[in-house]
């Protein structure tokens, strides 16, 4: 099994930014596939972005041009950089690693929390 630990949330002010990190714990592991999501109270959770292991990337409309997903493979780890961040960026933020034969293995982490006051 692959533990995932997230660290970087915090409060911040409208406007501001903050990075989030996601480290793997199994170096010995090839991930493909690394994904943030988030969920707000009383929401469900969505996809914020994605990143193969090739670069490629994906985002939800609403954080398009705002937010930058990375990945370092040598270090089995995904960041997340928001800038521009607004109220209803406030969630929990978690990762989520998939891996194998069409990524059918897969573990999250237990989740940061972002706050942003207006």
């Known amino acids: 099994q692959v533990q995932l630990v997230e660290s970087g949330g915090g409060l911040v002010q409208a406007g501001g930014s903050l990075r989030l990190s996601c480290a793997a714990s199994?170096?010995?592991?090839?991930?493909?596939?690394m994904t943030w999501y988030r969920q707000a109270p009383g929401k469900q959770r969505e996809l914020v972005a994605s990143?193969?292991?090739?670069?490629?990337?994906n985002y939800a409309d609403s954080v398009k041009g705002r937010f930058t997903i990375s990945r370092d493979n040598d270090k089995n780890t995904v960041y997340l950089q928001m800038n521009s961040l607004k109220p209803e960026d406030t969630a929990l933020y978690s990762c989520?690693?998939?891996?194998?034969?069409?990524?059918?293995?897969?573990?999250w982490g237990q989740g940061t929390q972002v706050t942003v006051s207006s």
């Open positions: 199994r170096s010995s592991v090839s991930i493909n596939t």
């Open positions: 989520n690693a998939r891996w194998g034969f069409r990524d059918f293995w897969s573990s």
């Open positions: 990143i193969t292991s090739g670069g490629s990337t």
